[in-house]
């Protein structure tokens, strides 16, 4: 039968209307939207998403959170709307609070039995599932787990959190990268300000948490740079688990404790060894130790001469000392800790050689 080219122009017109309709919402705001769903069961609202992982820096997961947190963030920019994303506390159940309507999304661990009322998505991997509570949002979860699960983009986000390594064994067997993390831009971007070769940060930031975003002192001190909430607040940060705000609070406090010594006529080594050790004693105790080396006449920028003194600052003769004003100072912890980030800044350095 044949076809006239009235009716061929009219097919071929339903045809195009109909891809249009099709194809709007996978490139809403002019970029592909993984999974995206007529529906908008999300669109335009705010949602919690609590991340209930529980690895920390000496997790076998390693980088496990910081991977969903931005798969939580690529989640709402897709399905256009909000996210406020939470870190699970040891002493709160957050299924319960599914349930209850105070999140609207948990990221956990698989598991083979949940209470009633709780809807596990499609496996976003091999251990992490998203529970949700209300199945209107089940359905466009899992069509957006299905797209982006299955597109090369995944991979590569995924391949960014490998598990954690240990830096020095890593230079030592000859390993050459050219990244150091996830978070390599942000470090930069932060180190310049600082005026520190990036890699310098970069093992501050592994002393401090292995760069896991939910590692959590007994101190209560929190995220990459383990901070704590009251020195975020000082510096106008409010989301320690925020990759780029909690190294923006740290490098902010960095900064300032820089501009103790930055007129002192110290070498730009030294500098940042009494910065760092004012990042982990405290500037008060670190004044100390300058003033009583200063009374026995011994350089006090110098960091190695600083340490070959706090022996004597563990006795309980300091407290005579007029110069001493928050009594003894054992040191070891700070000690250690300088130590142990100027050998990963080698060891980075061996790793990523071009800087």
């Not at 071929?12 to 996978?26: D, E, R, S």
């Not at 997961?61 to 040891?90: M, P, S, T, W």
């Not at 960095?254 to 010594?261: A, C, E, N």
Request: charged share 25%; with cysteine; net charge negative.
């Amino acid at each position: 039968m044949k076809v006239s080219g009235k009716v061929k122009r009219r097919f071929g017109k339903t045809l195009i209307a109909v891809a249009i309709v099709f194809a709007t919402p996978m490139f809403e705001g002019g970029k592909p939207m993984s999974g995206a769903h007529n529906e908008d069961a999300f669109a335009g609202k705010e949602i919690v998403c609590v991340i209930d992982l529980c690895d920390d820096m000496y997790s076998k997961h390693g980088l496990e959170a910081g991977l969903n947190y931005q798969l939580a963030e690529r989640f709402a920019d897709d399905n256009r709307c909000e996210v406020k994303i939470i870190n699970a506390g040891k002493k709160e159940n957050w299924l319960d609070s599914l349930k209850q309507g105070k999140a609207d999304i948990v990221i956990m661990h698989n598991q083979d039995s949940l209470d009633e009322g709780i809807l596990l998505s499609h496996n976003m991997d091999e251990n992490t599932v998203w529970g949700i509570s209300d199945d209107k949002y089940l359905e466009q979860v899992n069509l957006w787990i299905s797209h982006m699960t299955s597109h090369e983009e995944y991979s590569k986000i995924k391949a960014k959190y490998s598990r954690v390594y240990n830096p020095i064994k890593r230079a030592e067997n000859g390993v050459v990268s050219n990244t150091l993390s996830p978070y390599d831009s942000i470090i930069k971007k932060y180190a310049a300000e600082l005026g520190w070769d990036w890699r310098m940060l970069a093992a501050v930031i592994y002393q401090e948490s292995k760069f896991s975003i939910n590692s959590t002192s007994h101190r209560g001190a929190t995220g990459l740079m383990q901070v704590m909430p009251r020195t975020a607040e000082y510096y106008g940060v409010s989301d320690l688990l925020d990759p780029e705000e909690n190294i923006k609070a740290g490098t902010s406090h960095l900064k300032r404790l820089q501009r103790l010594y930055i007129n002192g006529g110290f070498e730009h080594s030294e500098l940042i060894k009494f910065t760092l050790a004012s990042y982990n004693a405290g500037e008060g105790r670190i004044a100390d130790c300058r003033n009583f080396a200063e009374s026995r006449n011994i350089d006090s920028r110098n960091w190695n001469e600083i340490v070959s003194l706090i022996p004597q600052m563990r006795e309980d003769s300091i407290l005579e000392e007029e110069s001493v004003k928050l009594g003894k100072f054992q040191g070891h912890e700070t000690i250690a800790y300088i130590d142990s980030i100027m050998s990963l800044y080698e060891a980075f350095c061996k790793i990523c050689p071009r800087g």
